[in-house]
């Protein structure tokens, strides 16, 4: 049995409680286990002045830990799944962590404000395409400021006047305790999630066996399934960070029901849809969806 193992993460405030919450987890498994926290600073946490589609996309956020995590240097990474590309090399594996958190987005606004109480032209921060498009098709008239940065640094951005309203993932808003600051819970019918968003994950070596027997009693089967179902689509979607996208699945009696978008090349006309199928085919039915909405766009 491994004595110590070191678990490499971001070092923003979310990112930091997101790991205790692993670690918290690992040793009432484990009560000897010795468990190190290994703080790697990225390159999506170093430049904030610009948005992901111009400085390469989500996996900034993990790159370097990625390289932590081939040297050796880590023995475990620990993201939120919704910062993770698409697809990661063969020589890694993506587990979901602990049971996945509310995958809303929300909104928190001045005066508490809900979304379509915001006064006429109100500008909202969030540096997400696929938040703006979906939003726009509700409020056109409002004005979206792009904002980059930790979860601190943006709430503090309304108080101090830049913005009327900001958009969160409802999950790191729970797990840091500011749920009271939440206006509103955007339902995922009018705001389709980010693939993966409230779920954590972790990443680890391929064919280490030691470390995968060690996470292994925190994967949740039912939420490891339906994150693969949309990631598998995000994947056959080929979908980045220029395009507006975005999935959102849900087990029931042995069946999961996929819902995802993908906008057109201008991120204006919105093509959504839905799949059905049996739980043990996630990945085919994340295939399916892409698929259809790949027909959609190109019969536009």
Same mark, same amino acid.
């Given at each position: 049995?491994?004595?110590?193992?070191?678990?490499?993460?971001?070092?923003?405030?979310?990112?930091?409680?997101?790991?205790?919450?692993?670690?918290?987890?690992?040793?009432? =498994?484990?009560?000897? *286990?010795?468990?190190?926290?290994?703080?790697?600073?990225?390159?999506?946490?170093?430049? *904030?002045?610009?948005?992901?589609?111009?400085?390469?996309?989500?996996?900034?956020?993990?790159?370097?830990? #990625?390289?932590?995590?081939?040297?050796?240097?880590?023995?475990?990474? +620990?993201?939120?799944?919704?910062?993770?590309?698409?697809?990661?090399?063969? #020589?890694?594996?993506?587990?979901?962590?602990?049971?996945?958190?509310?995958?809303?987005?929300?909104?928190?606004?001045?005066?508490?404000?809900?979304?379509?109480?915001?006064?006429?032209?109100?500008?909202?921060?969030?540096?997400?395409?696929?938040?703006?498009?979906?939003?726009?098709?509700?409020?056109? &008239?409002?004005?979206?400021?792009? *904002?980059?940065?930790?979860? &601190?640094?943006?709430?503090?951005?309304?108080?101090?006047?830049? +913005?009327?309203?900001?958009?969160?993932?409802?999950?790191?808003?729970?797990?840091?305790?500011?749920?009271?600051?939440?206006?509103?819970?955007?339902?995922?019918?009018?705001?389709?999630?980010?693939?993966?968003?409230?779920?954590?994950?972790?990443? =680890?070596?391929?064919?280490?066996?030691?470390?995968?027997?060690?996470?292994?009693?925190?994967?949740?089967?039912?939420?490891?399934?339906?994150?693969?179902?949309?990631?598998?689509?995000?994947?056959?979607?080929?979908?980045?960070?220029?395009? %507006?996208?975005?999935?959102? %699945?849900?087990?029931?009696?042995?069946? =999961?029901?996929? &819902?995802?978008?993908?906008?057109?090349?201008?991120?204006?006309?919105?093509?959504?849809?839905?799949?059905?199928?049996?739980?043990?085919?996630?990945?085919? =039915?994340?295939? #399916?969806?892409?698929?259809?909405?790949?027909?959609?766009?190109?019969?536009?």
């Amino acid at each position: 049995m491994i004595k110590k193992i070191i678990i490499g993460t971001r070092g923003s405030n979310l990112a930091l409680v997101q790991t205790n919450m692993v670690i918290d987890e690992l040793k009432n =498994i484990y009560q000897d *286990l010795k468990v190190e926290v290994r703080v790697i600073k990225t390159t999506g946490d170093k430049i *904030l002045d610009k948005s992901l589609s111009e400085i390469g996309g989500k996996g900034l956020f993990i790159a370097e830990i #990625e390289n932590a995590l081939s040297s050796g240097e880590i023995d475990i990474a +620990v993201h939120s799944m919704k910062d993770v590309q698409n697809s990661v090399g063969p #020589e890694f594996r993506i587990l979901t962590a602990l049971k996945r958190e509310d995958p809303r987005d929300a909104l928190i606004s001045r005066d508490n404000k809900t979304l379509l109480s915001l006064p006429r032209g109100a500008t909202v921060g969030t540096g997400s395409l696929r938040r703006i498009v979906q939003l726009k098709n509700i409020r056109p &008239d409002l004005y979206f400021k792009p *904002l980059r940065g930790n979860v &601190d640094t943006r709430i503090k951005k309304l108080e101090n006047g830049e +913005v009327d309203a900001i958009v969160l993932a409802a999950a790191g808003l729970k797990r840091m305790a500011l749920q009271e600051r939440i206006a509103e819970y955007i339902d995922t019918k009018n705001c389709i999630p980010s693939v993966g968003q409230g779920a954590l994950c972790f990443e =680890i070596r391929e064919g280490d066996e030691a470390i995968f027997n060690i996470v292994k009693p925190l994967v949740d089967a039912k939420d490891l399934r339906c994150v693969s179902a949309e990631r598998a689509f995000l994947k056959e979607m080929d979908g980045g960070c220029t395009i %507006a996208i975005g999935a959102y %699945a849900e087990e029931t009696h042995g069946q =999961i029901k996929l &819902d995802g978008f993908v906008c057109d090349d201008n991120n204006e006309v919105i093509f959504r849809d839905f799949t059905v199928g049996k739980s043990e085919e996630y990945e085919n =039915i994340g295939i #399916e969806l892409g698929r259809k909405l790949k027909l959609q766009k190109a019969g536009e």
